[in-house]
């Protein structure tokens, strides 16, 4: 019983394509976040929603544009892939936005540009 | 700011200790840890609050020392499922309650 579910697993595409990756989690928290990890295993956090409310939106490209139709879900749309946009990105939740009990990640989306 | 954590990697044998180390230049409020292993997302191991707390989760525990800016992990008597990436997560207070995963620790436990 998966808590937080990720889709694709991987996903290859070539540079100039839009791309979707989906998160849904059954923990019924109230926070979800979209993370970035890099070659160098960097965690970097991009968005940030509360209750479907944005609440952290960081310095990152406006070709990603998150969106949470509900508080159990948050999508990562990307237009126009660029090469650098190669990563695993990770989609979590915590119980609220203080993360007083931690994130729980999704097992994360390997996006390879091309 | 990115918080700095060291060791870069270790490599440890089965039953020997380790500590690892978060640093920051920035005033700490809360910090967490996590692990990863391989080809796995990470995994929530603890928080700490407050400065001077100390918590403990089986053979691995976590100090935090608020003036100091840093956090260190101890892990005693290591066992092969110990092997992964260990993260910490740190909180300044921005009261956006936004976590800055630090660089990262590579730990191999060896049999």
């Known amino acids: 019983d998966t808590a937080v579910s990720q889709t694709p697993k991987y996903l290859v595409t070539q540079m100039g394509n839009d791309k979707s990756i989906k998160c849904e989690q059954n923990l019924g928290h109230d926070t979800m976040y979209w993370y970035k990890q890099d070659s160098k295993k960097f965690l970097k956090i991009m968005f940030s929603?509360?209750?479907?409310?944005?609440?952290i939106n960081e310095t990152v490209p406006n070709r990603f544009s998150p969106k949470s139709p509900d508080k159990a879900h948050l999508n990562l749309h990307i237009n126009s892939l660029e090469l650098g946009d190669s990563a695993v990105y990770f989609c979590?939740?915590?119980?609220?936005?203080?993360?007083?009990?931690?994130?729980?990640f999704g097992s994360g989306t390997r996006l390879t540009v091309v | 700011q990115q918080p700095v954590q060291s060791p870069q990697a270790v490599i440890l044998r089965e039953g020997e200790d380790a500590v690892i180390n978060c640093s920051s230049s920035?005033?700490?409020?809360?910090v967490h840890w996590y692990r990863q292993k391989h080809g796995e997302a990470p995994v929530f191991l603890m928080i700490?609050?407050?400065?001077?707390e100390q918590k403990g989760h089986e053979k691995i525990s976590a100090s935090f020392n608020e003036k100091k800016q840093q956090s260190s992990l101890y892990l005693t008597a290591s066992q092969l499922s110990y092997s992964g990436t260990y993260f910490c997560g740190t909180e300044g207070g921005s009261g956006t309650y936004k976590y800055i995963f630090g660089t990262g620790t590579r730990l191999k436990v060896l049999a």
């Open positions: 979590a939740s915590s119980q609220d936005e203080e993360v007083l009990y931690g994130y729980t």
């Open positions: 700490l609050l407050k400065g001077g």
């Open positions: 929603y509360n209750n479907k409310e944005l609440i």
């Open positions: 920035k005033a700490l409020y809360s």
